[in-house]
């Protein structure tokens, strides 16, 4: 069996659809016995679903104008509380 060091080091191979069958199954026989990276597996296969999603989707521009406003106003009230330091 694989250990989970070397399981880590071959995730994004088994996380890649073009991955050699055989290699897929001894990483598969790993997270089928570790819980801990099977954990580790799911939340990086989610992680990177919601990646792509994002990807495939822009931010409407009244959401995008109302982000950079308010990013805006954190950064004038960051100065401000800062010249009322000094
Ligand atoms: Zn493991």
Do not use: W
């Not at 996380?15 to 801990?36: G, V, Y």
């Not at 994002?54 to 406003?69: F, G, N, Q, Y």
């Amino acid at each position: 069996m694989l250990t989970c060091k070397e399981f880590l080091a071959e995730l994004s191979d088994f996380l890649d659809a073009e991955t050699d069958a055989a290699i897929r199954s001894k990483l598969e026989s790993h997270i089928a016995q570790c819980p801990n990276c099977f954990v580790i597996c799911d939340t990086t296969k989610k992680t990177i679903s919601v990646y792509k999603g994002m990807k495939s989707c822009t931010i409407p521009e009244d959401v995008h104008d109302r982000l950079m406003a308010a990013v805006e106003r954190k950064i004038a009230a960051k100065k401000e509380s800062r010249s009322t330091e000094a």
